[in-house]
């Protein structure tokens, strides 16, 4: 009989959001007249910016025609996308990233997962808790930890710990790691780094021959021009740091999928052998034989967003979204609720009231307000104590929100 992948079995029960889905459904079910609103999983409501859907439209316009219509592009992504990225997102904040080293994608989700294939099993590797439950995830299906105990932390982790006395500010480890996962703008915290915050896992990674797997996927929502919008602004990173980066919360792309990924060529692994290997070489040759490219059509419209139609459209969605955050935070506050983040993210970290648990406070914010959350405990031991609101939502469904929860909360 065919074996399995037993590093599936030692997962926690489910994955975080489909958990939360099934709740709904079952809350759903039994109540059919409630009248839901999801502040949970950060998925955009929105319609995509003008500029990207007239690109769309008339990229499939030119599928339609035999002169101009493509099959197969190029697995990297199409030159005049990177060529866009380099400039709109790199060079104009003083990086040196080449077109060349920026793979589009379909997801910062996948990249951060499939970026363990170009790693070995040996690497010991370091989380922030609370973490974004995929890096854990995909680092227990590749056989890279051990069992998971009580507090769901997994053997063979080095957990950096994120709470409100550091303020949400992972710490350095104690000792060495070959893996570092940061996330900044954080999910879930809404905590971003600063400069010198960021320089010290840099010098960090740079003294140990570490590599830093950055994620970058809410930069947009950075309003602070000081603060760093990519650790490439930091002297050292093409040493030592991958970056992704999403379309999807930036321009509305969660239906549409379109991201990327930095893989700079100076950055070096060792193999077996003793002998350093560019990690971009590994990439590329992983990315032609698993993926076979992001729609042409997806493409001219991610390639939109750097127009300075685009630009303007996307800002206005990014305000409309961060509008939502103030009004969220301040609401909350005022009936006596502590929150964190959503300053320059799209996530609130709320502080569950009168010591319920986070799957507690999920329960009555559903059952009371008919509102959804996200338990922190489901990013890690850490978020115990705590719940994720997202600011993706209308902006009529977010004010009845938070008149929903002043009436039970207040």
Known sequence: MVTINDHYRKLKAGYLFPEIARRVQAFSEAHPAAQIIRLGIGDVTEPLPLACRQAMIQAVEELGNRNTFRGYGPETGYSWLREKIAQGDFHSRGCEVDPSEIFISDGSKCD??????????????????PVYPVYVDTNVMAGHTGEANERGEYAGLVYLPMTAENNFT???????????????????????????QLQAWVDFALAHSAVILFDAAYVAFISDPQLPQSIYE???????AIEFRSFSKTAGFTG??????????SLQGRAADGSLVGLWQLWQRRQATKFNGVSYPVQRAAAAVYSPEGR??????????????????????????TVYGGEHAPYLWVKTPGGLSSWEFFDQ??????????????????????????????????????????????
């Open 112 to 129: 951060t997962g499939n970026i363990l294939d170009i790693f070995g099993d040996q690497n010991t590797i370091a989380v922030t808790d």
């Open 312 to 337: 303007a459209q996307v800002k206005s969605l990014v305000d409309f979204y961060l509008e939502n955050a103030r009004l969220m935070a301040q609401h909350l506050r005022g009936v006596g609720i």
């Open 170 to 196: 992972p710490p350095l480890p104690d000792n060495a790691v070959d893996l570092i996962y940061l996330c900044s703008p954080n999910n879930p915290t809404g905590a971003v780094a600063s400069r010198p």
């Open 365 to 410: 914010l559903l059952a009371k307000c008919h509102v959804v959350g996200t338990p922190g405990a489901g990013f890690g031991a850490a978020g115990e104590g705590y719940l994720r609101l997202s600011a993706f939502n209308g902006r009529d469904q977010v004010k009845e929100a938070l008149e929903r929860i002043k009436t039970q909360f207040a």
């Open 256 to 265: 549409t999928r379109c991201a990327y990924t930095v893989v700079p060529k």
């Open 234 to 240: 930091l002297p050292g990173a093409r040493q030592c």
